[in-house]
């Protein structure tokens, strides 16, 4: 099997144009290799909230979603960050397949309950349906998924990106999970880390080292790992190289975490 890798582009991973220039150039030049996209959008979707005076709630880094909310964090995140990305990826030579959770049921979730906290239209995957993500890979095309989810009744949800990533890398029995992030890695005091097991990861969480927006990617990472997924990257983006780093096993960026 080709080796498939499923990459999730933060927010702020790349710096506009000459960034997925860059990603465009990495997959043109990755032979025999399956690439999928997820994408996030904190930033915008907090500043579209904002214009429409709507107030951005947190706990425990998920984004509580309300009925007035969910539209506008579908535009932001379906509409105008997903056709940004596909159009910049396909102007550089990379054929794209824009998708969100909702496109053929992809994901189907129910609503996030956590700690006793009720988080709105924000939902949890329980079941993943990727024969549409496979469609688009059969053909040549990168698939570009925005985390937009629906119920059984086709109701939208949030859903966090880094979640979605996971779930979608296990659907695809992805060999590679990659966090492109705006931080070099998991960070061990001022260096990287650049091995990590399981176990010590769940160490450096009970100890306060992995916390914050850091620690929520490692939740997604574990999920990953332990249905079959091989390896899962935390890098910030170094270039066209990064990519073939990845593909030849190479780390001479970012974290590697696997079991």
Not at 146 to 160: A, D, F, K, L, T
Not at 178 to 188: A, R
């Amino acid at each position: 099997m080709k080796p498939r890798i499923l990459i999730k582009i933060g927010g702020r991973a790349f710096e506009g144009k000459n960034g997925f220039k860059d990603l465009a150039q990495a997959i043109r030049y990755s032979q025999n290799v399956e690439i999928i996209i997820v994408h996030g959008g904190g930033a915008e979707i907090s500043q579209a909230l904002k214009d429409a005076n709507r107030e951005s709630v947190l706990v425990d880094g998920i984004r509580v979603t309300h009925a007035e909310d969910i539209k506008i964090v579908e535009n932001v995140l379906s509409g105008t960050i997903n056709q940004r990305i596909a159009s910049w990826l396909s102007q550089n030579g990379v054929p794209c397949s824009r998708m969100s959770g909702k496109t053929k049921r992809l994901f189907i979730v129910e609503p996030l309950k956590r700690h006793g906290h009720d988080f709105g239209f924000v939902g949890k995957i329980r079941q993943v349906n990727p024969d549409v993500v496979l469609d688009a890979l059969k053909t040549g095309r990168v698939p570009v998924v925005s985390p937009i989810s629906g119920n059984e009744s086709g109701e939208s949800y949030n859903v966090n990106a880094d979640s979605a990533a996971a779930a979608l890398a296990v659907g695809l029995q992805c060999t590679d999970l990659v966090f492109i992030t705006d931080v070099p890695g998991v960070m061990v005091g001022d260096d990287v880390c650049h091995y990590l097991t399981i176990k010590e990861a769940k160490a450096f969480i009970a100890e306060g080292t992995i916390k914050g927006g850091m620690m929520a990617k490692m939740e997604s990472a574990f999920e990953a790992l332990d249905k079959k997924v091989s390896r899962v990257h935390i890098i910030q983006w170094q270039g066209s190289e990064t990519l073939q780093n990845i593909i030849e096993k190479k780390s001479e960026t970012g974290t590697i975490i696997n079991n």
